[in-house]
């Protein structure tokens, strides 16, 4: 089973809760996130519509394209649906940004290493929902098997992003609203070929 997160943007109220937990979960070091809350005004006032979302973060493709473009096995790409970074192995050079559509690895000046979620790699590994999931007060994060996720959104979303996108990914976008407008590429396309 490939597990994924389902985003519900229409739910989420932007209170950064999903960022903490990761930070603490990952004992992620100031000035460094694996994810990051965004806010996108629409309209004017009176008319005013605020969305937030949690993006610029791992889309854990389902064949990402960063794996193959790292030349020392750095990336894995696991059977349940998380592609993390081998810190250990990783050599802090610029092949899986270059390759990634979405352009997610960061670069952490002080490790010299890429970093971006893990989907919180070792807490699936043992039964547990990642801990951004865990702690979303809205419960607009949700986790379980890819193919239920993408049913459920599809039975209330107009909008699904995650589905093709890249041929696909284990992070999935759901809303009544236009997604592309919170700055996820429309046509996501690696630009390293192997």
């Known amino acids: 089973m490939t597990f994924a997160i389902l ?3 229409d739910e989420c109220t932007g209170c950064h809760a999903c960022t903490a937990a990761c930070k603490i979960a990952n004992s992620v070091p100031n000035g460094i996130s694996f994810t990051r809350v965004i806010s996108v005004e629409e309209g004017s006032f009176p008319l005013l519509n605020i969305r937030n979302a949690p993006v610029d973060r791992c889309m854990h493709c389902l064949e ?3 794996v193959p473009a790292f030349p020392v096995d750095a990336i894995a790409k696991h059977e349940e649906g998380p592609v993390v ?6 050599i802090g050079c610029e092949l899986c940004f270059k390759a990634c559509p979405f352009v997610v690895p960061k670069f952490d000046k002080k490790s010299k290493k890429r970093y971006k979620c893990t989907m919180c790699y070792d807490r699936v590994k043992e039964g547990l929902e990642p801990a951004c999931v865990e702690v979303c007060p809205q419960e607009s994060l949700k986790f379980g098997d890819r193919d239920e996720l993408l049913r459920e959104a599809k039975d209330w ?3 699904v992003y995650g589905e093709t996108e890249a041929g696909g990914t284990s992070l999935i976008y759901a809303s009544k609203e236009p997604i592309i407008k919170l700055g996820l590429p429309e046509k996501p396309a690696s630009g390293v070929k192997h």
């Open 64 to 66: 990402p394209e960063c």
């Open 85 to 90: 970074i081998d810190e250990d192995k990783c």
């Open 157 to 159: 979303a107009k909008y």
């Open 7 to 9: 985003v519900n943007v």
